[in-house]
């Protein structure tokens, strides 16, 4: 039987995936839990709900009839969620006419997914674009993750996996034959800190990545700029030290803050950890650029 996953979006003409015109998959569920996360509803492995509460029509009720674990309440006429009673069973969502309720997360079959990805095949082919596996973290799901990949191998399409490296190695070793371009991120390199700011500690993911650095035919290493997190000169010096103590030379991104995920986290209901960080200014980011290009690496400002 053909292995499921689940996913919380495919976002078409995506350019900042890798190269040319891509298609992006987007896997739910990711083990770390980065404060500054700008796709939080790829943190979760189950699906949830995101809620719009501007969009609430006054004198709706459907989603209220929906439900049936009575989740939803209506008070001076907007919507509320009960997210303790909820069962992600995505049923308000279809029923809202509005969409002010919208399910993160469905499952999917191998073919569901290729059939959405290969929609878009003549603009791959026109642009040296792809497919991208993104979330969350792909690899958090590797057997769908290696039945998709092969499902595209099929197909004649490049291939990238943004991955958070924050996995058992064997599973890199399965989907390396598969992978045209690794996107790795990485983000602080002592470890006290990482575990503070993502959840985890970073060995695992140092240890994966001085091995791929060799065996990856191709990868790119994806380091967010977050003000008060890893943008002193120090941190910088040490991400940049890092990147060129590896095996093989790779271009780094340099991916600076935005504040896209704060809206998100409204709608998911969570606490907005970083209402008081600015977005980096255009003269810190070239700083930082300017620290990985003294050591002789290949930088971009942004993915
Ligand atoms: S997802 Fe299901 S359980 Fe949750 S609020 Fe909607 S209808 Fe109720
Ligand atoms: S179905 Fe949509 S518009 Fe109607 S009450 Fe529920 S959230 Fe509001």
Redesign the pocket.
Known sequence: MQPKGTIFSIKKFAIHDGPGIRSTIFFKGCPLRCTWCHNPEGISPAAEIM???D???KE?????V?CPKNA?K?RGG??FLERNKCVGCGL?AL???????QLAGSRVTVNEAVYQLSKDTAFYRNSGGGITCSGGEPLLQPRFLQALLTACRRQNLHTAVDTCGHAPFSDFEKILPLTDLFLYDLKIMDEGQHRRLTGVSNRLLIKNLQKLSLLAPRLAIRIPLIPGANDSAAATAELADFCASLPRRHSVHLLPYHRGGRAKNKRLGQFDSLAETRVPAPAAIQKAGEIFLKRKLTVKIGG
């Open positions: 809620v719009f509460p969009r609430c029509l709706c009720a459907d989603c209220l929906a939803l209506k907007t919507i308000c029923s809202c006419p509005a969409e002010a309720l």
